[in-house]
């Protein structure tokens, strides 16, 4: 068992450089901090952190830079769960669930589910990355772009889902958040659609300012009208924090299914990290037992997107180490960092490269753990920012919504997207309709045009006989069926 | 000689020898303690926003007391970018970087455009990226086999408009070679897809395709332009260059590609302050730190001064009179031209249909008023003139309902 050994040497030199782990340590509050703040993310991270790894040992760039990445969205569920709004992209799906446990005074528990969540998600998105290694190539190598299409066609099913009992109004705005994906330039033709002459348009709407606007505006609001009283019911404990972390436990297969639904999810290149967080989310909605009660505080909700965002960051490395393909676009600037220390990618690390690989892999885990730690002595004084009166809150809560908006996409228009989906997000709310299934369609609308467009283009509808899209076909029908019986049975 | 006109000589003969009187050592003095603005018209982390910040850190070293700060403006694939460059303060302290893919853009009219890229004033360039074509498929090693294939050959290209798309599209129709462009492929994503065997190969800069090719998963079809690495250079190649069409394309491809990450200042910008960032941006790519960390991190550096720029853009921007029709007709296709040289057969009504013989098959092609160019004695003609028996070069295009793009004619 040469592997094994290579990796156990590995995990002991690592642990046993107080260099390295000092650089971990240093890197995971970092990561943590560059999530929290909404807007600035990851990718951001990394390029402002390029500076101070030049000149560093490769292995040891590496490890400081993938720590750092690898625990943004531990860190991007704070301000998701606090105060609805996210901190990334992929930790919008987290509100859905999250923002409402905070509003009922448990903010502690989502909090705790949220950390073990992510953590329990990035070990297992660095376990899967070492068990899928000898087979990844295949896998990355059968998802084309028909088999990227229909994948998001799994998830936009899933707005039915999302619905709960209000299917017409859960297909209304899911339909609307498609049509919204729409905006921009058409990839097949490359004319302008729904853009209005403005040239800011051209991109399509921004991720965060949409999910800022349809969850966070309506709050804020809410919490600017209700004069007196405080934001959540009642104060926080840590016992709330250590509930929530071992209600993961109670669904340790929920997250288990989700940790390894990320991993793979995440080592498709082209298919947008955003996508991961959504579909698992879909999937608990899908296999629980009171799909209904999703969208009003479910922690299952919580669970499900805060394991697929750490696990998918596992995922996407391995396109990124052994083909020099990255998986996501925050590797996509961690690729430009690792050739930069001097680390090239390509399938010749596999060979030549296997200690570093193992080393990452490790840091990967520890980062992800260490950050538990990180999180588990923040969470306490952070959820007790939600029980300040509203009229202390909503002023930095504001403020730290157009930050978010405007570090995302700094144009003024951005402001006008916000108050427009604001709007949309505060009618929807006054009518209790669902949320989510807009954010699905905006999520997933563009990768499955553009897929489509691609797989037909290419092969005409022969695409759907390829036997990876036979078997989602299967799944996409499975869904579809357990979907209706389901609902014909209640 | 009137008061308005020896005042009006006196204007110009100031306006054209004020650069002699701009004093380097005075707009020197400016810079210090201000703050330049360096506008990368895409987003933090990619390739031009790598050149930036590398190159801001060492201009900063160039002109003391400055501070250069990185402000990423993305959007509508550089054109929000570099719209606003054109629009801000010419007063030195905003610079910026953009896509020299946007030549095409303004060759091609495309909309959203507020800039005359012969307006600005060019600071410099700080690299050079010969462009490669790279194939995955075997049984095709060198143009002959592009231009004889049965299937079109499939490649990727990020979207309708950018560089790869325009010039993949246009090198393909006039060669008469059988590419079908695919959009849609963003990033790395052209790659992967010429790995799984989806699309057959890629059009890009040797710098971003080098690893792919040095990995194994794909081998040099051919270069514009030199490249360390055997291959047919393209400009070299007689059954291209005696194409008059493709020489003047080619030319067009490699002045682009030798005008990679520019950096430009807007229109009428006091000269000695140009000169002064000119300077300050050569010495800092000349310097042997920043030449070693581009080498570390695979950036290649191959500077040249603004006026050389400004030379190469306005020769860009001025091609033969065919490259421009070509730009006319290839803004939004992604077909697949075929190309033959045979007798013609039947000829319909005022020559608005042909059939001719395409490797034993019989084709029947429309012949557009519009569309269509034909050539009889490489004199321009009309579509009327055909005749039945004529020898001609015919490209059309291969899927659905078959139509002539260009036909030359010998009676």
Redesign the interface.
């Known amino acids: 068992m040469p592997e094994l050994g290579i990796s156990l040497s590995s995990l002991t030199g690592l642990i046993t450089s107080p260099y390295l782990m000092g650089l971990i340590l240093l890197a995971v509050p970092l990561g943590m901090f560059f999530g929290a703040m909404p807007g600035l993310g990851g990718?951001?991270g990394?390029?402002i952190m390029i500076?101070f790894v030049?000149g560093m040992e490769s292995t040891a760039g590496a490890v400081f830079l993938l720590a750092m990445h690898a625990v943004v969205h531990t860190g991007g569920s704070l301000t998701s769960i606090l105060f609805g709004i996210p901190g990334t992209g992929p930790d919008a799906a987290t509100i859905v669930d999250g923002h409402p446990l905070a509003i009922k005074g448990q903010a502690g528990r989502a909090l705790g589910a949220s950390l073990a969540a992510s953590g329990f998600g990035g070990v297992i998105g660095a376990l899967v990355m070492m068990l899928l290694l000898p087979v990844f190539r295949p896998i990355?190598?059968?998802?084309?772009?028909g088999e990227i299409f229909l994948v998001t066609v799994l998830g936009i099913l899933f707005i039915a889902i999302l619905s709960g009992k209000q299917l017409i109004a859960g297909l209304i705005i899911g339909c609307l958040g498609l049509m919204c994906s729409f905006i921009g330039?058409d990839?097949?033709?490359?004319?302008?659609r729904f853009t209005f002459g403005q040239?800011?348009l051209?991109?399509g709407l921004d991720l965060i300012t949409a999910v800022i606007g349809l969850f966070a505006l309506p709050e804020v609001i809410e919490l600017l009208t209700r004069q007196t009283g405080h934001h959540a019911r009642f104060s926080y404990g840590m016992q709330d924090t250590l509930r929530g972390m071992l209600e993961v436990l109670e669904h340790k297969w929920l997250a288990l299914r989700t940790a390894i639904m990320g991993a793979v999810l995440g080592m498709i290149?082209?298919l947008g990290g955003d996508v991961a967080a959504w579909m698992c989310y879909g999937h608990a909605v899908q296999s629980s037992e009171r799909p209904e009660e999703f969208g009003q505080g479910r922690i299952e909700g919580v669970i499900a997107p805060e394991t697929a965002n750490n696990s998918k960051e596992g995922g996407a490395l391995l396109?990124t180490l052994f083909?020099?393909?990255?998986g996501s676009?925050g590797m996509?600037?961690m690729l430009?960092a690792l050739?930069?220390l001097?680390i090239?990618p390509?399938?010749?690390l596999a060979f030549n490269g296997e200690h570093l690989v193992w080393t990452l892999v490790w840091a990967l885990v520890l980062a992800n753990l260490i950050a538990v730690v990180f999180f588990l002595v923040l969470a306490g004084p952070m959820a007790t920012l939600t029980t300040l009166r509203s009229s202390f809150l909503a002023p930095p809560v504001t403020l730290l919504m157009i930050t978010g908006c405007l570090l995302s996409s700094?144009?003024w228009q951005t402001l006008l997207v916000l108050l427009c989906l604001g709007g949309l997000g505060l009618i929807l709310k006054h009518l209790d309709w669902p949320r989510a299934p807009f954010v699905i369609g905006l999520v997933l609308g563009g990768t499955a045009e553009?897929?489509l467009?691609?797989a037909y283009?290419?092969w005409g509808w022969g695409f759907l006989l390829e036997p990876v899209a036979l078997i989602l076909l299967g799944l996409i029908i499975a869904s579809l069926v357990f979907y209706l019986w389901r609902r014909t049975r209640s | 000689m009137n008061y308005s006109k020896t005042l009006g000589l006196l204007c110009s003969i100031l306006f054209i020898t004020h650069p002699l009187f701009a004093n380097p050592d005075s707009a020197r003095d400016f810079f210090k303690g201000k703050t330049i603005t360096y506008i990368v018209a895409t987003?933090?982390?990619?390739g031009y926003?790598?050149y930036a910040?590398l190159i801001a850190?060492y201009m900063e070293k160039q002109l003391p007391d400055t501070r250069i700060v990185i402000r990423?403006?993305?959007?509508?694939?550089h054109?929000?970018g570099t719209?606003w460059l054109y629009k801000a303060k010419p007063d030195g302290l905003t610079i910026g970087t953009f896509n020299t893919g946007l030549i095409y853009s303004q060759l091609s009219g495309r909309?959203?455009i507020q800039f005359d890229l012969n307006r600005f004033d060019w600071i410099g360039k700080a690299a050079t990226d010969t462009r490669v074509m790279v194939s995955s498929r075997e049984n095709i090693g060198n143009l002959q086999d592009l231009r004889t294939i049965d299937q079109p050959f499939?490649s990727a290209s990020s979207?309708?408009?950018t560089a790869s798309h325009v010039e993949t599209t246009l090198l393909a129709r006039t060669l008469g070679l059988n590419i079908?462009v695919?959009?849609?492929?963003g990033?790395?994503?052209g790659?992967?897809?010429v790995?799984?065997?989806?699309?057959h190969g890629i059009l890009g800069s040797y710098s971003s395709l080098r690893?792919?090719v040095?990995?194994?998963n794909g081998q040099l079809l051919w270069s514009i332009g030199e490249v360390d690495s055997e291959t047919t250079n393209l400009l070299h190649e007689p059954s291209v260059t005696k194409n008059q069409d493709a020489r003047a394309l080619l030319d067009l491809i490699q002045t682009t590609s030798t005008l990679s990450r520019l950096t430009a200042a807007p229109p009428n910008t006091p000269a000695d302050r140009l000169t002064v960032l000119r300077e300050a941006y050569l010495a800092a790519l000349n310097s042997p730190e920043l030449q070693k960390?581009a080498r570390?991190?695979?950036l290649p550096i191959v500077p040249e001064s603004g006026d050389v720029v400004a030379a190469k853009i306005k020769r860009a921007l001025q091609p033969s009179e065919s490259v421009l029709q070509l730009f006319a007709t290839a803004?939004?296709t992604?077909v697949a031209i075929r190309s033959t040289e045979t007798a013609l057969g039947e000829v319909g009504e005022k020559g608005k249909r042909i059939t001719f013989d395409h490797g034993g098959k019989s084709i029947s092609a429309k012949v557009s008023g519009s569309r269509s160019q034909v050539f009889i004695n490489d004199q321009k003609a009309d579509r009327a003139d055909l005749a039945t028996g004529m020898q001609c070069k015919i490209d059309y295009t291969a899927e659905g309902k078959a139509e002539v793009t260009t036909m030359h004619c010998q009676p």
């Open positions: 990718k951001l990394i390029v500076p030049f990355a190598l059968n998802f084309g772009s330039m990839p097949l033709s490359g004319q302008e040239l800011y051209w991109d290149p082209g396109p083909l020099g393909i990255p676009s996509a600037i430009g050739i930069m001097g090239q390509g399938p010749q700094a144009y553009t897929s467009n691609k283009t290419i | 987003n933090a982390g990619g926003d790598s910040r850190r990423n403006m993305p959007g509508a694939g054109l929000i719209n909309s959203g499939l979207g309708i408009g079908k695919i959009p849609g492929y990033g790395n994503e790659e992967m897809a790995l799984r065997g989806e699309l690893p792919f040095e990995n194994g960390e570390r991190m695979r803004s939004s992604s």
